[in-house]
């Protein structure tokens, strides 16, 4: 009795709790074990949704990304060490194999102290660079908090993420400003269509090693929209690496700060919700979809569902359903802003590419659909779907099917076919005046020959 009362709990606590689409554990990498209590908020934080969250130094012998082949966690947290290295269980090596095990990672840096080579190392496997600089910090003079850095101006006072793009504002945008100390920069490689930024610094921002005292020109390393203060890099397999430049901003004392621009206008931060949006990206709670159901068939009532085999010519209707994992439930897709959803009906090359339209909805599911003929040429063809956009995780469905050719009773009879009428007229009138010329010729009495008389 006691175990049903203890399984009726644990359901409860799971229903109330949300979890990561893709597992709850947690493994917090803080290599000064006095540094907990300055983030406590943060694990209650992540606790009440349901995370069970494992803190451990780098230098623990008990740490390991692995067991018996298989993730030993589901997330990993990385705080910036103060060491060179994170130890023989964190090399760049362990961590890319721990993405490649669909892993997700959140790695946190900081400018107050040089970022440890083995950190930087593990960036440059991604194609994310420092700013050329280890030692570099973000500095802006036009938005910065008057109360807490007057002097170095490197706590960037700056607005919520609100690009263009609708993709970053469903996950990150809102309104406030956020308190973001001594930010460690980052640039992004150009050839990668797997890295997006999520928060780039101002226009008035730069970076430039604040040990070599007041920077001249030639010494500011970049600058601009050049620096990203939050990035993100999403694998081909869906895993997710999320680099923030600041982890003092995740400190209990920012979530409940109070920061004053040059303005003077005096505001409260939203770190605390924009560090559980952040969290909620990095550790697979937003922006996860999945398809629940594939169908084609043709257009005809009663028609036989996804059949193997096609013929060129017909009438056929696809539709997919697509849901979206939202903290904890899953919800029906809406595909953002002026986006389409697409799908190629393709050979060696796509013959259809058309836009799914939503034509239905379930509970926890969109049912996008679209109707076409299929191509006058023969052969394997596949129904594809290959959405992949930033921050969403990819869907890639392929069915393939065969499309033949017209069988030899199924072409229209010649009478049918309107341009025809004419050599068929054709046809039929010299048969006719073929028969009319057979009857005429055996119907026909040969002319009798005159006989001469003689006597």
């Known amino acids: ?7 009726l709990v644990c359901c409860l606590l799971a229903a109330v709790n949300a979890l990561s689409s893709s597992g709850s554990r947690l493994l917090a990498v803080l290599e000064d074990a006095d540094q907990k209590d300055l983030y406590s908020t943060l694990w209650a934080d992540l606790e009440a949704r349901g995370y069970d969250v494992s803190i451990e130094s780098p ?5 390991a990304l692995f067991k018996h082949g298989e993730r030993a966690y589901d997330h990993l947290l990385i705080l910036p060490p103060k060491s060179k290295g994170l130890g023989p269980s964190l090399t760049p090596k362990h961590v890319v194999d721990f993405m ?36 570099a910090v973000v500095v802006d003079h036009f938005n910065y908090d008057t109360l807490s850095a007057a002097e170095k101006h490197d706590v960037l006072v700056l ?3 609100s690009p263009a793009r609708s993709d970053v504002k469903a996950f990150f945008d809102g309104e406030g400003v956020l308190a973001l100390p001594r930010v460690a920069p980052q640039t992004l490689g150009s050839d990668s269509a797997l890295l997006a930024p999520i928060l780039a610094a101002p226009a008035t921002a730069y970076s430039y090693n604040p040990k070599e005292g007041v920077p001249s020109p030639e010494d500011i390393l970049a600058t ?22 600041s982890v003092e901003s995740l400190e209990d004392k920012w979530f409940t700060a109070s920061v004053k621009t040059p303005s003077g206008k005096e505001t409260p931060t939203v770190n605390r919700e924009f560090a559980k949006q952040l969290t909620a990206w990095a ?24 059949p193997s085999i096609y013929r060129i010519k017909n009438e056929t209707v696809y539709t997919i359903e697509v849901s979206e994992y939202v903290y904890d439930k899953w919800v029906p897709f809406e595909v953002p802003g002026d986006d389409e959803l697409q799908l190629e009906f393709t050979m060696l090359s796509p013959f259809h590419r058309l836009g799914l339209k939503p034509v239905g909805r379930t509970d926890t599911s969109t049912i996008f659909g679209a109707q076409f003929v299929t191509p ?35 072409y229209p009879r010649s009478w ?3 341009g025809g009428w004419v050599w068929i007229a054709g046809l039929w009138s010299v048969i006719g005046g073929f028969l009319a010329f057979v009857v005429v010729w055996l119907y026909s009495a040969p002319v009798a020959e005159k006989v001469k008389k003689t006597q």
């Open 159 to 161: 607005q919520r993420p």
């Open 416 to 418: 049918v076919i309107t």
């Open 100 to 135: 490649n095990k669909d892993g997700n990672v959140l790695l946190a840096l900081s400018g107050k102290a040089s970022t440890s080579s083995a950190v930087s190392s593990l960036l440059l496997e991604l194609d994310i660079h420092l700013a050329n600089d280890r030692s």
């Open 59 to 63: 230098k623990s012998d008990q740490l």
């Open 376 to 410: 006058d040429q023969h052969g394997i063809f596949s129904f594809r779907v290959n959405y992949k956009r930033p921050f969403f995780t990819a869907i890639e469905e392929k069915h393939e099917v065969t499309v033949r050719h017209f069988a030899h009773d199924e």
């Open 1 to 7: 009795m006691r175990w049903c009362l203890a399984l």
């Open 224 to 245: 601009g929209s050049q620096l990203n203060i939050v990035s993100a890099m999403q694998a081909r397999n869906s895993a997710r690496f999320t680099v923030l430049g």
């Open 283 to 306: 550790f697979k709670e937003t922006g996860v979809l999945k398809v629940d159901k594939v169908e084609h068939r043709l257009a005809t009532e009663g028609s036989e569902l996804n």
